[in-house]
Nanobody, 129 residues
Framework: QVQLVESGGGLVQAGGSLRLSCAAS????????MGWFRQAPGKERQFVAA????????YYADSVKGRFTISRDNAKNTVYLQMNSLKPEDTAVYYC??????????????????????WGQGTQVTVSS
């Protein structure tokens, strides 16, 4: 089993920035694609961003494109989400996840929660207006 632990969430005013980190146990989390998802109360879990293990494929939801940047450091078994120009609608619990099979090749696969096997506990991001 892979354990994922998110950190870096908090309260920030609109227009501010936060940097989320996700630490994975061992090297498994860095061997496959990693994704960030978010979920607000009463809403479905929403895809935010994903990155392949090599870093050669990166995908973003339209709602965060140009504002968020996903990156990973496989040597540290860590994936990051730099969030800039935050908006109140970004308020949610953010979850880090590790790809189930390591076989995703496109947006539709990377954006599907069902293609991920391991999930962190989540970190709360609250953006005030």
């Amino acid at each position: 089993q892979v354990q994922l632990v998110e950190s870096g969430g908090g309260l920030v005013q609109a227009g501010g920035s936060l940097r989320l980190s996700c630490a994975a146990s061992g090297r498994t989390g860095s061997s496959y694609g990693m994704g960030w998802f978010r979920q607000a109360p009463g809403k479905e879990r929403q895809f935010v961003a994903a990155i392949s293990w090599r870093g050669d494929r990166i995908y973003y939801a339209d709602s965060v494109k140009g504002r968020f940047t996903i990156s990973r450091d496989n040597a540290k078994n860590t994936v990051y989400l730099q969030m800039n120009s935050l908006k109140p609608e970004d308020t949610a619990v953010y979850y880090c996840s590790a790809e189930r099979n390591g076989d995703c090749t496109g947006y539709g696969c990377y954006a599907a929660p069902s293609r991920y096997a391991y999930w962190g506990q989540g970190t709360q991001v609250t953006v005030s207006s």
